[in-house]
């Protein structure tokens, strides 16, 4: 069983930034992928940035230029930098993980962007 641990959400003002941090444990047999998705208030569930199988970097349009995703495996982490954050972005920020025959979700963490 895989465990995702979401954490450095907040209420932010417009503009600003925030570092997730998503941490890994359990057993986790030939990753595919690792990332971070986001729900708005009504909306469906959406991609923001991840790596893929061969360690490069997919991000959604929207986030191209503001978010940044890292790593690091000793620490079994992965990072989402936002940046120039707006509004439209609060969100419920999940980090997921695909490896061979399992989809896993961490509980979220919640970023609110407002004044």
């Known amino acids: 069983q895989v465990q995702l641990v979401e954490s450095g959400g907040g209420l932010v003002q417009p503009g600003g930034s925030l570092r997730l941090s998503c941490v890994a444990s359990?057993?986790?047999?030939?990753?595919?992928?690792i990332g971070w998705y986001r729900q708005a208030p009504g909306k469906q569930r959406e991609l923001v940035a991840l790596?893929?199988?061969?360690?490069?970097?997919n991000y959604a349009d929207s986030a191209k230029g503001r978010c940044t995703i890292s790593r690091d495996n000793a620490k079994h982490t992965v990072y989402l930098q936002i940046n120039s954050l707006n509004p439209e972005e609060t969100a419920v920020y999940y980090c997921?993980?695909?490896?061979?025959?399992?989809?896993?979700w961490g509980k979220g963490t919640q970023v609110t962007v407002s004044s």
């Open positions: 997921n993980l695909v490896d061979i025959g399992r989809v896993s």
């Open positions: 359990g057993s986790i047999y030939s990753m595919l992928t």
């Open positions: 790596f893929t199988t061969t360690e490069l970097t």
